[in-house]
């Protein structure tokens, strides 16, 4: 019968659906604007929440939002940035960037979100996996010890892919 078909053909898609579910996120984060930052701390969170393996790929300025002298001092640029919602000129006057940062923070604080050293700290204790690349490191002559306590290793790009290759993995660069 019809509905003997169709509801074969629903079991069908649903198990293909099963087989094609995301099995683990990895993010390249190469800067380190705070939108960028947050984007990326955003989605590794939520990954981890919905049981999805996650893994960050810290490279060249996006290195700053895991050392520690400089993690919670990510600013929101306003030259150059599409989105600002004035004149690029304005965006260049002085105090204006300052300004931008500090009103984003403000905003995140009243929606209770985290300051970096403590959502990276918590993607880490969720499982998540967080890692430097050797190359950014071994060029801005970054150190181990730079890093955050919960860095899971230094890796190069290739042994990055490998971490991430295997069904059911996505790579999103941010």
Known sequence: SIMT???????????VKKDKKIKKICFILSKSQMDSAYAAMV??????MEGIESEMFFTFFG?????????????QPTVGNP?????????GL??????????????????DMP???EFMEM??????KIWACKLAMDMFKLKKEDMVDYLDGILTIGDFYERAAGDGSHIIFI
Do not use: Y
């Not at 290195?63 to 600013?75: E, Q």
């Open 5 to 15: 078909t169709l509801e074969a053909t629903q079991a069908k898609v649903n198990e």
């Open 63 to 75: 290195l700053d939002a895991i050392t520690k002298k400089k993690m919670n001092d990510l600013h």
């Open 94 to 111: 002085p105090g204006m960037e300052a300004l931008v940062t500090s009103q984003m923070k403000k905003e995140m604080e009243r929606l």
């Open 115 to 117: 300051p970096v050293d």
């Open 123 to 128: 993607i880490s204790m969720s499982g998540g």
């Open 83 to 91: 989105s600002f919602p004035f004149p690029a000129m304005i965006g």
């Open 43 to 48: 989605m590794a969170n939520g990954a981890r």
